[in-house]
Every structure is written in structure tokens, then in C-alpha cells.
């Protein structure tokens, strides 16, 4: 067959049809499989082929659909799904690595991802350096001494600052390192982060792919071998295996994945736009903005400015609170990727455990505001924000 658009592998992809030609995807809500015989159970037990199931934390038809179909979007081999973003996370990092081994991260992260690379690996014997993602000259010198593993969020939260994948992918394989990248800002919509020289692509499934709200999931992306070597015998022997359930969110989830994104991101450049202007912000981070400082990269690395705008209010926390609880269309919540338009504090909410010269290193300041941009039409969007502003 030859290759299809994303749009067509995003509805189509990975379907797989019971005897009953279904045209939505089953939810196979079964833990385990029966079988023909107790010779076809040990043939099966011995090797199991890609449509032979076991036990639903091993695999199961819907996840295996969702897996084969998000596979196929992110231009990955093979991908294995997971309960949340968060297993996909830890999951990517902790079934290649050993005590002794050697990670260089970008400071800039979710802060279970901080979690995991500051306090959990260490306690294991693994050596963890933080740096600037932004900052090249900084990836070349954390990486002389060599290193096994590099993680970076390929957009950071709540700043969407770029990290280039490709500048930092050539770095570390001649480290000899994996490249693992947290893709979530970026979406599978705008990711081509493999042909860009990611090793291993995660994501929390939680945000655009699901897309409504609905369910907590990710997907750990990467070569066959990667995959079903070193991923599958971990997370399947560990417990963090996505549920038939929630694959099926995810797989109805990707069939709108990129009209929704395309949507979001319009009405994120509008907002930026709008309140790039305004008296009482002081700075806007959009990477689709000619005054982002990483534009220029972010339109190769992504085509796009994506969903997700940051702005700085004039005036502290006051300010901001005032601009949250005045909008009346956006909501306030921590969420991202959701149809539902987002404001975020980041300060008082997702940093609020990091130190003051944590959050001023990072750049998140009391006047900080994210906003996740939803589905609703553009024009009341911008009404919402620049009167919210006016009022604060
Ligand atoms: C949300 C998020 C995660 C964690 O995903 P969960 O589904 O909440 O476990 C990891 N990384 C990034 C960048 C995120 O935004």
C-alpha cells in the first residue's frame, strides 16, 4: 500500500476489524484471552505474534490499534501506550537505564518530569546534569564526558522556549547518547521529531490527543527494537500498560487530532497577536510570533507556533489573578490540549513547589499567565482575553 497524509492514518490508521465489521473500533474490555487448545496457550507463551494476546498488561486489540495508529502519524516504528504521560516518562527513562549511567537534561520541565530525573534517579545510582536546553554551547560541554541518555521537553512549559531536537540530537549521538524528547507542547500534529534525530518520542496522551478532557494515557514512540526490547519487558513487567478503555478515547482522540490542533493554533496566534499589543503586558512568548526569540527554529523544527501562548501581566500575582477571574469563556485550570480554552497561573499552581530562584531562573514570573487555546471561535477568544486585561 503506498503511504497515506496524516489526516487519513489519524482516522484510519490501525483499525482492526472483528468478524462483526464494526466501522468504530471495538473496545475489547477484556483482561485476559482464551484459548484454542493448551498447545496454542504454550506456542503462545513461547512467542506471540503481533495479533496474538495474552494478558491485557502485555497488550490488547484496542490498545494495539491506538499504538499502530499514533505509530504511524509520529513516523515512529512502533510505539507502546501507557496509563499516563507520566509512565510513559519514567518508563522511556527507566527501562534503558542503569546504575552508573549518565543523563544531561534541560532544566526547563513538567514537574513530575523534574521529579523522576532529580530525586528518583539519583536514588538508583544514576548521574543527572541539568542545563539550558536552549543553549547549544551548554548541551556540547554537559555532554564531553559522554553520556548513555539525553531528555528535554522539545517546548518548555510554561515559557515555550524551542529546544532544537536536531542540534541537540547531533550532539548526543556523537556523546553516544539516546535522545529521548517529551513532545507533549508540540503535538504529533507539528512533530517530525524522529526524522529530526529523536531516538524515543513520549507523550502525555492526556493533552491533545485525547483532546477532551476525558482520560489520562501516553505513548512512549521509538525503533522496533527499542520498543519491544527494552520498553515492552518494563512496562508490561511494572504495571504502567494503558487500558482497552482509554485506548479507545486516545483512538477516537487522533481521529480529530489535526483539526482540532490546526484550529487551536490559529486562534493562539490571534491571542498572541491581540495581546502583543496591550498596555498592561509586558511580554508574550508565541513561537509563531516574529518576536519569539526561536521563530526561525521554530518554523523548521515545527511549522507552526502551536497551541499554547505565555504572557506576562504588568502589576505581580494581583494582576493575574485579577485577568484569571475575570474571563468568562476560559477556564482556570492546570490542564492543557483540551477543546476547552485554558488559563493557567503557573506560579501559584504547576511551580508553585519550586524555589523563587528556581521559577526566576526559568523565567516564570508572578505576572505569568499560559493559556491553552481550545476550539471556540477565535473571535470570542480574543474578546475574552482583551477584556479580562482591560479589567485587570
Ligand atoms: C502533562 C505532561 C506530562 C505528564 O502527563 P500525564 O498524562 O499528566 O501523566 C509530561 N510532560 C509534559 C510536558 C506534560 O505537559
Not at 542545563?131 to 559522554?146: C, N, R
Request: hydrophobic letters at 45%.
Amino acid at each position: 500500500m503506498t503511504s497515506k497524509g496524516s489526516r487519513t492514518n489519524a482516522v484510519h490508521g490501525g483499525t482492526k476489524r472483528s468478524q462483526w465489521g464494526e466501522l468504530s473500533e471495538a473496545i475489547f474490555l477484556t483482561q485476559g484471552f482464551a484459548y484454542d487448545s493448551a498447545e496454542q496457550a504454550e506456542a503462545r507463551f513461547l512467542k506471540s505474534g503481533p495479533d496474538e494476546f495474552i494478558y491485557a498488561r502485555y497488550g490488547n486489540p484496542t490498545v494495539a490499534m491506538f499504538e499502530e495508529r499514533i505509530a504511524l502519524l509520529e513516523g515512529a516504528e512502533d510505539a507502546f501506550a501507557t496509563a499516563s504521560g507520566m509512565a510513559a516518562v519514567n518508563g522511556a527513562l527507566t527501562s534503558c537505564l542503569k546504575a552508573g549511567d549518565r543523563v544531561v537534561a534541560a532544566k526547563a520541565l513538567f514537574g513530575s518530569c523534574l521529579y523522576i530525573l532529580e530525586s528518583i534517579l539519583p536514588r538508583y545510582g544514576v548521574e543527572v546534569v541539568f542545563i539550558d536546553g536552549g543553549d547549544l554551547a551548554a548541551w556540547e560541554e554537559a555532554l564531553a564526558p559522554g553520556a548513555t541518555a539525553v531528555f528535554f521537553e522539545s517546548m518548555s512549559n510554561p515559557t515555550l522556549e524551542i529546544v532544537d531536537i536536531e542540534g541537540v540530537a547531533k550532539l548526543a549521538h556523537a556523546a553516544g547518547a539516546i535522545v529521548i524528547v517529551d513532545n507533549v507542547f508540540s503535538t504529533p500534529v507539528y512533530s517530525d521529531a524522529i526524522a529530526q534525530g529523536a531516538d524515543v518520542v513520549v507523550y502525555s496522551a492526556t493533552k491533545h490527543i485525547d483532546g477532551q478532557g476525558r482520560a489520562l494515557g501516553g505513548v512512549i514512540l521509538g525503533t522496533r527494537e527499542f520498543i519491544r526490547g527494552t520498553v515492552e519487558p518494563y512496562m508490561k513487567h511494572t504495571g504502567g500498560s494503558m487500558s482497552p478503555f482509554t485506548a479507545w478515547i486516545m483512538l477516537k482522540g487522533l481521529e480529530t487530532i489535526d483539526l482540532r490542533v490546526r484550529a487551536q493554533t490559529v486562534s493562539a496566534k490571534a491571542i498572541a497577536e491581540a495581546v502583543s499589543t496591550h498596555a498592561k503586558v509586558t511580554r508574550v512568548s508565541y513561537p509563531g510570533l516574529e518576536s519569539h526569540a526561536q521563530h526561525a527554529l521554530a518554523q523548521r523544527q515545527l511549522g507552526a507556533g502551536g497551541t499554547m501562548v505565555a504572557f506576562e501581566i504588568d502589576g505581580g500575582k494581583e494582576a493575574a489573578f485579577r485577568f484569571c477571574n475575570a474571563l468568562e469563556i476560559i477556564l482556570i485550570s492546570n490542564n492543557l490540549g483540551d477543546a476547552k480554552s485554558i488559563a493557567t497561573h503557573p506560579a501559584t499552581t504547576t511551580h508553585q513547589r519550586l524555589s523563587l530562584e528556581q521559577r526566576a531562573d526559568l523565567g516564570i514570573s508572578d505576572g505569568l499567565i499560559r493559556l491553552s487555546v481550545g476550539i471556540e471561535d477565535t473571535d470570542d477568544l480574543v474578546a475574552d482575553v482583551l477584556q479580562a486585561l482591560d479589567a485587570c
